[in-house]
């Protein structure tokens, strides 16, 4: 497809007839050029086990075509049909407690179970066969959101599946009774068929078992979306995840491989007045995992979602300013859940295209404007953003940290990525995010903020980039554990004693409201306190007060080329620390620009998203803004946003 797409999931089936023709007659009114079908239909497409009702959605898809509309074909195994969960009731799954799901939802079956396997295989290959060669079908939407509600499932087929995972990633018991360190409360394993998941306890479960079994799911939830994918020939391929951000349960560095074309799903919290930020980290990880080229923006709301504590209509203008912030960040589609609000079912409360009140709403005509200036943004597709400052991100440290018996149960792994990165948001800096194992020797400044999981491996990678010249930035409780959760030897932090050139003596977490004083003026640090001795590193700033006063809060070591800073605590003023560090380490920054002002350079193109009510002024940007065809004056108005293609 040309340009970026414009469109959203369509669900005609809930719709008679007139309805659906004029569905797309109101599709070519605001410039829709996509849409997400046929995702939830599989009890419509295939009403009893064999028999397939085809004839709907031909008609749908041909209409559609007519009206030069494309098609993103969804598989519709997410939604598993009740003749499947009749004949098959031990495919649904069963949760860590031991709760067996119910149906009348969706995600009702398990990805590991043998007869899902087999009836997914039955009918997508018809689908496949089907749909595959029309020219309306651009692109394959497999199965919704992989992981969520459900990452890990309980039942007997996953436990069986769970031994075989096992057998392969260790092949002998030794290797597995070591690796999860089994000598602990007695847990040797003599025989395979001893082990079972990890199900809930009235204590705690061993934490190694804990983060295979997290692992195991997410393979088996590829491996579902794998087998369809071979299936599915000719055109691209994808899922869409469910919010790179928020979708702990999945290891979306392991799916990047096995998409075509990343595509992401993002709501807004409403809860959050930073929400905006957060948006641009869930669509700055998007185009991480795509490589740093474009992804697809497949959900987003064009206001209240009905699955929060309170379901907020969007503010004027911030919807479109919720979709450019993701082309901003690299998307080539801005797609919606869904086109028209549903009448019935659970989800008849939540926004759409066509809303409710019809055309004659401001909603609506904020869709049409919006897929007109969509529609002007057609060049921008396919450039790509560049950034000189990468986050780690890993998964697989989220995972642990956030298992039971921490020093704190404020550790918590967004909590401290969310921090750095909207303290460098702030500041105007792009940033990308990486593997821990990633190359990152093209970066100026790379920052760990939770890297408490990190393997030998890439503690060497990043002492590596520093040593070759490169700024590093390590938040505490880092580099504490291995792959399998076993403590790297020695003083903490094991594996970053050398490139941080300090060790860490004891943890003294603060309790809720307690702070400790920095030794800078009115420096703040929360959350956690530590005896840092520095071993090479030159101390930075220190503990004014608490269980460390005197000692080390914030450290810097000169490493080869290159220099590794460490923070021992979370302070208030880290947008200030960060800022000094970015510009030590030699990051290209715009000059003053207003707080609220997001800038982001995409390719040739600038974007300017003024988040706040006032008017912003954006000296030294100059060229034509796409959005108004005009050149570009220099100020982005209130609540407005601008896009300048620059000679
Ligand atoms: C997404 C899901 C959609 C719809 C949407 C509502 O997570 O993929 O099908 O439920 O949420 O916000």
Redesign the pocket.
Known sequence: MAGIAFGG?YNPEQWPREVQEEDVRLMREAGVTMVSLG??AWALLEPAEGRYEFGWLDEVVDRLHAAGIAVNLGTPTAAPPPWFSLKHPDSRPVTREGRRVGTGGREHACSSHPAFRHATAELVSRLAQRYGDHPAVVMWHVH??YG?PLGECYCEASVAAFREWLKVRYATLDALNHAWGTTFWGQHYGDWAEIDAPRWSHTVVNPAQRLDYARFANDEHRGHYLLQKELLTGKPVTT?F?GTVNCKSMDLWTWAGDVDVIAN?H?LDAERPDNHIHLAMSADLSRSLAGGGPWLLM?H?TGA???QRWGVAKRPGEMRRNSLAHVARGSDAVMF??WRASRFGA?KF?SAMVPHAGTDSALWRDVVRLGAEVGRLAEVAGSRVSAEVAIVWDWESYWALELDWRPSTELRFLERVEAYYAALWREHVTVDFVHPSADISGYRLVVAPSAYLLTEGSAKNLQRYVEDGGSLVVSYFSGIVNEHDTIHPGAYPGVLREVLGLSVEEFHPLRDDETVALGRPDGVGRIWSERVRPAGARTVQSFATGPDAGHAAVTRHNLGAGVAWYIATAPDDLRELLAEIVVRAGVTRPGELPDALEMVERGPYVFLINHADAAAPVPGVVGADLISGAPFTGEVPAGGVCVVRTP
């Open positions: 999931d995702i939830f919704n959101e969520a869409n469910a799903d709501y959900e709301s979602v009905n699955w859940f869904q989800e939540h």
